[in-house]
């Protein structure tokens, strides 16, 4: 087989950072390039030796094996079906959509083409939490019985995007649904969440919040705290923690350097690295290492479409539950 | 002023720390020793000077100007309303009452009496949480947003005890919410809470739960999230993690010794002390000299029989919650 | 037998410390208190319940069983040669004397006695300091290679103290030369030092110097490292650190607490406590319970005179090797 | 001006890491790749596009503008003086020669040729290192007065390399060297080195030494040690200390994830990186970007022939002060 040719949709930010990363891979070539604005896609082609096209005449390629779904969130399900439908091999950032009606028929149109369709949880390849997790499965803490999951960006983003996001518990919490899903190896049954505005009064003119708790109980007993901001003035604070029946497994914060200074004051050292393109740089490019491993030698995706399905269900379930006061069943 | 004298119901485990660290204060005298089981009070009474009294003979002596109720949870309240009436400043272990009824019958006592009423939320005066509200006071992170208690005891209770415990929320999570109040500065106006068996079958058996996880909102929006396990195989975990808007707060689990081993396996520190004693040694300490130090300058009191109420209605809202499922608007 | 019954010479401050500590043992008393300083020692004397005595009159006094010897340094040998004659089991501050020979003569005396002496090499009873041995001991990491010791005092003594303290490598870096000895479980057999005028320029005018660096070898090849400044602005800094041939233990700085501050700084956690007094307290209590253990068991003392003499020899040589520029060969 | 081109002698463990790093840049392209080994010539040749030449094809092709030196340590000097003849610019892998004399002779073969030539003392290039030395010119610290670097090996190489690797000190010892300079901002004046065999005998059949420390001092009092081990059973342990009048700055290593596993037994986390590929990645590839930034843009080199000479003179007083017992005057 020679190598695996992508289009790719989306050329901002993270567009850019799986062009990029694709590039690192030998076995891989991005063939065409998909954004509304065509400066960008213009821009990225360039630099990656693909050409610009339009969704159309990208999905129309018989040459093309893949797609990167990297363009706005409510772009994702029609081109994903679009992809699946030419019977392309399917990358979509998440969230699949918003409307969890939008991802059910996204979800049939791809089980229908049986393509392969991998949703970029970015956080399960991130170097540290994927260690805990394997050490979780060789059993090093015996059963899992709590986790832990702080999540708290360094700002706010734009008023501007907040209004198109969904909400703080689909744009923000759908990825720590997902960690949480991911290590507790048993579907969530029941949720509570409190969703409050502390950092900015302005996010609840839009009718959204900035500061949110939730906990989650399995059918078995197990228990999930997860807690969001949007505002940790010291960096991206991304922690996990897991309680097993026979000790305790932490992942903590990387920084970008080891030094300490120790002087009148304190003793002082590195804040985390300051947000997700910094943090998750290794993430980014084994996600789609594993995608592209996974699709070459058709072995099962480590992150399907369904898992993405099953993180915004527990994201509208906390929307829920913060507005009304009341725990929500699930299932 | 001669020194303050005391007389002392309970000669058990936490008697004799708070009859030993009286020993060192200079100022105090302990005159009697109350206990059924008269071999442990003849015993504490003999190694501090004092004497084996009942409980009327020790009330009724005009030389007793304070009392420490350390004795099992059922004679507290009565012990209390005894020793308000005698006039004595009360220094009692927590809870004051299982039953919320009978703490507001204890309370009505003493204020009618008008003495001083200390409960032992001994976790106020270890040395890294009192730094740490110490900084928040002075401003260090700003506002506080959330805070997230971490409290695991290190193994499960006899079952026996766990039956006159009151439930967990009573007896273990009671000193949580106290820390809850005194860290967010704001009484909690909605709880949710899972309380489950994940540690021992025979908990739920005895009608509790052996883990749980507690989420708390106040008027303002501030949240708060508390979990607990009655197994942590590593030491007694208590941790705080404070957030505000301009930084974060955390105090760790301080340890046996700063040894470090780093050999072909791992880098390996020290587990936490093992538990109460251990890490809160320095804290049963310096409350008995805070409270020593209120009842003789006349000054008020930093923890007071009204907290031990407050806590008391956390911890039975937060019962109410496990077992109902619905989150419990309190006040 | 009867509580063991101590005459203490020198009632400053470290005296304070010891005094206190006896009186905590509970099988211990403090008859005499003897000092020049005569309201001292009557402050000293008061508090403990002993009395106020001459050094003649205390070692007179045959219901003395044993002396602490705290008091200044050019005192040390004669009382303690006076209270060898006496038949005193003696505990002495470290250093025994300035002088080798006055040292000698001593240890003579003690020798001829047949009582026991114990120095008062307070690091080797930190509880992070045992520890350490301890596992060394154990075999944590297999046979001892390198030792490394950091030992940095926070600010520099007055400079009339400095003129009559026989210099950095006898009043300072003598403790480092027991813990050298200790630790790597065999003699220096060569030794090189470099010690300089960094921390202030008036220290070379009594002759002395503020920051050192001493390499030593033993007979089979196992090194040690030691550095020295009058100096560290963040706190006392008193590391270990052994490297073996199946790994490395350290010992690190405690601090006050374990709170630690996340800002759009830094991440910052406390200083190390700040000098002697607040780093080795605990030391100070288990090294005179390991003597008054040793002399009620009668069981060999942990230190002796012999490794007070040691050191001082090492010290000596250091002191040559930086005036000479040259190695010394030790025995 | 066009992309920098490049040769390259070397196409072992080393060169590999270069070319790749090299291939990253954009603006640099590799021409001709040289080898004795003709089958690791042609694979990385064939990997980045370049081709196969011998030394004199590849020098005496003037498209052919930098040389990369990863050769074996014996040829370096001579393909540095005929790069240099040919007007190239050199980077050249540490140590120039074994010998000082032909050290001398290439740095007056350079000197004539006005030619760049940097030598790869990667270290400091290390991003926490590369910090530490950033935050000590802002002079969060005040003036240097000591450093300590602890550089261990996680293992010892074969016996075969030991015999032509020139001694520890050249080969290992060299690069803590350059450190000190660094970091001291002053050269040192005075030296003196144990070396001994702890890790293995054998390395004392080949007459070299497998553990060591060093002392140094500079002309102003400035101290400096070293410690080294050809063993570190937990990894490559890399770490400097710098103390200052004002405070103290560590550079630690850094490790694989930021998990951490309590249990009954311990708190455990991550083992340093394993060796310099795994430590210095990130530097190997900061060190050629400044190599070739430097060139490109006719700047000054950050590290120069002349600092590797430097090192080396410190490398040889090391092995004499170890050999002959004395310390050594420098310069």
Chains 1, 2, 3, 4 share one sequence.
Not at 140 to 159: C, M, N
Request: aromatic share 6%; proline share 4%; net charge positive.
């Amino acid at each position: 087989m020679g190598p695996l040719r992508f289009a790719q949709f989306g050329a901002g930010r993270i567009g850019a950072v799986h062009a990029a990363n694709l590039g690192t891979f030998g076995e891989t070539q991005l063939l065409h390039v998909v954004d509304v604005n065509v400066e960008a896609a213009r821009s990225l082609a360039l630099r990656h030796g693909a050409r610009v096209s339009s969704a159309e005449a990208a999905l129309a390629d018989p040459n093309v094996d893949a797609v990167i779904i990297a363009s706005s969130t409510d772009t994702h399900a029609d081109l994903a079906i679009a992809a699946a439908r030419a019977g392309k091999a399917i990358f979509c950032e998440k969230p699949i959509d918003l409307s969890l009606r939008r991802v059910d028929t996204c979800l049939a149109a791809v089980r229908k083409a049986r393509v392969p369709m991998f949703v970029g949880f970015n956080r399960r390849f991130d170097p540290s939490f994927a260690a805990l997790r394997d050490r979780l499965a060789r059993g090093e803490i015996g059963a899992v019985e709590q986790v832990i999951i702080t999540s708290r960006d360094p700002g706010l983003p734009p008023l501007a995007y907040l209004k198109v996001s969904g909400g703080k518990f689909r744009d923000m919490t759908i990825h720590d649904f997902d960690m949480a899903r991911w290590l507790l190896g048993e579907e969530p049954s029941e949720l509570f969440a409190f969703g409050t505005c502390l950092v900015d009064s302005e996010v609840a003119r839009v009718d959204d919040t900035d500061s949110a708790m939730v906990v989650m109980k399995t059918a078995s007993g197990k228990l999930c705290h997860i807690n969001n901001s949007r505002r940790a003035s010291y960096g991206y604070d991304q922690r996990i923690e897991v309680h097993g029946a026979k000790g305790r497994l932490l992942a903590g914060n990387p920084t970008p350097t080891t030094v300490e200074l120790a002087d009148a004051t304190a003793v002082a050292r590195d804040k985390p690295l300051h947000f997700f393109l910094e943090r998750y740089g290794a993430a980014y490019r084994a996600e789609l290492a594993a995608f592209v491993d996974a699709v070459v030698n058709r072995t099962p995706l480590p992150v399907t479409a369904d898992d993405g399905r099953r993180a915004l269900v527990l994201a509208e379930a906390a929307a829920k539950s913060a507005r009304t006061g009341r725990a929500v069943r699930l299932r």
